[in-house]
């Protein structure tokens, strides 16, 4: 069962412009929630995170935002830059259970 | 401040035998979890041990099995290999607490023939 889904597997924007990635999941005692990004031959380095009690967290170009009553989460990156260019997880935890997204693949073109 | 590491990075066994992955967490993080990764997919929760104990599992069959030793060192045991255990498998440590976040290793890549 996939309790956490991120529906688009690519996404490619112009350097400058804003990505953003989306997550959707389906589990309502999920209250922690978290970005990851991942380069070639190398684990996932952690982005961001967001409470349940929130609704955005904010960390320099890096802006999650979360509806709860939609169960949707999302990632915004702004300016996009050609070094973001990576798999990007969305994953939510309900106790010791981690679950990710499949990762969307971030193309930033110069 | 060492990261997390994992050996070997690549491996290849057949079908049926066992293998034993390793992994060094971070220094002072006293939890770590393993992950599963097919190609194409996102990281699947296998279990997490705290204090040398599995304090967490997924949806994994007991051939999955684990360790934590005192250094917060952590091994993954899988017994019986199937093809379907192909995948890079990933280890993650924290500190203790629900909201700590997790640091991955560089993975071990596996294939079953």
């Known amino acids: 069962d996939q309790q956490v889904k991120q529906n688009s597997p690519s996404l490619s924007v112009q350097e400058g412009r804003i990505s953003i990635l989306n997550c959707d999941y389906t589990?309502?005692?999920?209250?922690?929630f978290l970005w990851y990004k991942k380069y070639p031959a190398e684990g996932p380095t952690f982005l961001i995170s967001?409470?349940?009690?929130?609704d955005k967290n904010e960390d320099g170009r890096f802006t999650v935002f979360l509806n709860k009553s939609a169960k949707h989460l999302s990632l915004h990156i702004v300016p996009s830059q050609p070094g973001d260019s990576a798999v990007y997880f969305c994953?939510?935890?309900?106790?010791?259970?981690?679950?990710f997204g499949a990762g969307t693949r971030l193309t930033v073109k110069p | 401040e060492t990261g997390v590491t994992q050996s070997p990075t690549h491996l290849i066994k057949t079908r049926g035998q066992q293998v034993t992955l390793r992994c060094s967490s971070q220094?002072?993080?006293?939890?770590v979890s393993w992950y599963q990764q097919a190609l194409g997919q996102g990281p699947q929760f296998i279990f997490q041990?705290?204090?040398?104990?599995?304090?967490g599992r997924g949806n994994f069959p007991p051939r999955f099995s684990g360790l934590q030793f005192p250094n917060y060192s952590s091994e993954l045991n899988v017994n019986a290999l199937e093809l379907d255990d192909s995948a890079l498998y990933l280890c993650?440590?924290?500190?203790?607490?629900?909201?700590?976040?997790?640091?991955f290793g560089p993975g071990t890549r596996l294939l079953v023939l």
């Open positions: 993650a440590s924290k500190s203790h607490g629900r909201q700590e976040t997790q640091y």
């Open positions: 589990n309502s005692m999920f209250d922690y």
């Open positions: 967001i409470s349940s009690i929130k």
């Open positions: 994953a939510a935890r309900d106790n010791n259970d981690m679950r």
């Open positions: 220094s002072g993080h006293n939890t």
């Open positions: 041990y705290y204090r040398e104990e599995e304090n």
